[in-house]
């Protein structure tokens, strides 16, 4: 089966990398167990499906994700364009503990990353959270001696807000911002900070871009989370809020099923909402994840959709998006204090 996945260029780099990427976050355990032989056995399907664009950091699993695909990164250093993330910094008292953006920081973690994927060079960096201690101009100023070291190829930056990436891009070329974008988090939109993106031509990378799984209709109750699976502490994914919520994902559902029919093929939930995220212009990346090689699939079936999309199709999410309002918070407290900094 030919999954169509577009290619689209890279912030201003003129490199291509595939629409629909993958983001390992799940292969460390955060959304319950994992196993690594299957995890490594999906990396290598997704590079069978071009699936290229993969993104890691030396957080998820404290390292531990990054050293499970280094295996299959190597085997395929030259289809794989590989990024990865420093600034959450772990302590021996907290796993997740407050961001750092110091120099001395940025490049011991460059080289750590570096060591555990066995690869010469990162395609691209990322802070990951931004040191509100630290001068965004002191950070991307050792990023750019990386840069200027061959270590890493381009820069990038997460959960920033307009202001701190306009101050970033008088130090150093950024080419993509990562983020979380879907129906389910509109927030770049109206931040300001997508508008600063567009004008300096630079990508913005949609993490989450499923509603960390919610919008593909698949779990009906808090429960259905496994015991270790982080979604059980976000104000989003408990209690009232969660049943409030599934009133979007049961009428967004209804959407891609109303397209199915219109186009006469099935469409899953998971596929019609990456394609609303493509649709919204050619900055637009995604990188689901998942542990499940048919997910994988599924969510590749995005370029297909897209192919299909329309301005009707477009307005039926924002009128939905605008109507049912998602309920609680994205993060916990800790959490919310490092986005949009």
């Known amino acids: ?61 404290l390292g531990h994700n990054e050293e499970c695909i280094s295996p299959v990164l190597k085997e395929n250093r030259d289809k794989v364009f590989i990024c990865t993330k420093f600034g959450i910094h772990s302590t021996p008292e907290m796993a997740f503990g407050p961001p750092r953006g110091d120099r001395e920081y940025v490049f011991e973690m460059c080289d750590a990353s570096l060591k555990r994927l066995g690869i010469e060079q990162i395609d691209l960096y990322y802070q990951h959270r931004v040191d509100p201690k630290v001068p965004i101009e002191e950070t991307v100023k050792a990023m750019k001696e990386l840069q200027d070291a061959k270590k890493v190829k381009y820069l990038g930056l997460s959960e920033c807000s307009a202001e701190t990436l306009e101050r970033a891009l008088k130090i150093a070329r950024i080419e993509a911002v990562q983020i979380e ?32 799984g919610m919008l593909t209709g698949k779990y009906k109750s808090p429960s259905d989370f496994h015991e270790t699976d982080y979604r059980r502490l976000d104000p989003r994914y408990q209690g009232e809020a969660f049943d409030l919520n599934m009133r979007l994902v049961n009428e967004f559902a209804k959407l891609a099923e109303k397209k199915s029919k219109a186009i006469g093929e099935h469409i899953t939930p998971a596929a019609f909402c990456l394609a609303w995220i493509l649709y919204q212009g050619e900055d637009m990346i995604v990188i689901p994840g998942t542990k499940v090689p048919e997910r994988l699939k599924e969510n590749l ?35 919310l204090e490092q986005v949009n900094k």
């Open 1 to 61: 089966m030919s999954y169509n996945n577009p290619l689209r260029e890279l912030g201003n780099t003129g490199v291509k990398i595939p629409a629909v990427g993958y983001g390992a976050l799940s292969l460390s355990h955060v959304y319950g167990p994992a196993n690594d032989d299957e995890s490594r056995a999906l990396l290598k399907e997704a590079v069978t499906l071009g699936c290229t664009f993969w993104d890691t950091a030396n957080i998820y699993g």
């Open 181 to 212: 974008y879907s129906p389910w988090e509109t927030g770049p939109e109206t931040s300001g900070l997508l508008e600063v993106m567009r004008k300096n031509k630079i990508s913005l990378v949609a993490y989450s871009p499923l509603g960390r």
């Open 301 to 335: 079936m995005a370029g297909k959709v897209l192919q299909n999309f329309t301005t009707e199709d477009d307005i039926a999410v924002r009128k939905l998006v605008d109507e049912i309002k998602v309920v609680g918070e994205r993060y916990d407290p800790q959490g």
